[in-house]
C-alpha cells in the first residue's frame, strides 16, 4: 500500500481520485494547493504525487521546484494528470521529465479514471 499525496484544486475530482485510489490499496492524502500540498508531504512523506499544474496561488511547477529543492523528496516520482494540454511542454519535456521527477503526463480529457490507475500501480510497484 502506498502513500499518495493528490494535489487536484478541484474538491469534487479530489474525492471522485481518492476513492478510486483508495479502493485500489492505497492510502490518500489530498490538498488543494502547493502550500497544502508541501504541508502535508512535511507531516507525512509520500511514496508518490498526483498533480494537477492548474493550482490557485501557485502554479503546479512552482510546486514541483520548491518540492524538488528538498533533498528528501528529491525521489519521489510525479504523475502530472492535468487540463493542460502537453503541447504546452513540448520543449519543456526535458525540464519536467529530468529536473523535476516527472515520471508520467497525463492529460485529463484524454486519460480515464482506469489508465490514471494504471500509471500509478506501476509507479507505486518500484517505489514501494
Do not use: N
Request: hydrophobic share 40%; no cysteine.
Amino acid at each position: 500500500m502506498a502513500q499518495i499525496l493528490l494535489i487536484e484544486p478541484d474538491r469534487r475530482l479530489a474525492e471522485t481520485y481518492a476513492q478510486a485510489l483508495q479502493t485500489d490499496g492505497h492510502r490518500v492524502r489530498s490538498a488543494a494547493g502547493a502550500q497544502a500540498a508541501i504541508s502535508a508531504a512535511d507531516a507525512a512523506t509520500p511514496d508518490l504525487i498526483i498533480l494537477e499544474l492548474q493550482l490557485v496561488e501557485h502554479s503546479g511547477i512552482e510546486f514541483l521546484y520548491e518540492l524538488r529543492s528538498y533533498t528528501d523528496w528529491q525521489h519521489i516520482p510525479v504523475i502530472v494528470h492535468t487540463q493542460v494540454p502537453p503541447g504546452e511542454f513540448d520543449g519543456s519535456r526535458g525540464l519536467l521529465e529530468d529536473e523535476l521527477g516527472v515520471r508520467s503526463y497525463l492529460y485529463k480529457p484524454r486519460t480515464s479514471l482506469r489508465r490514471l490507475l494504471a500509471e500509478t500501480r506501476q509507479l507505486t510497484a518500484v517505489t514501494t
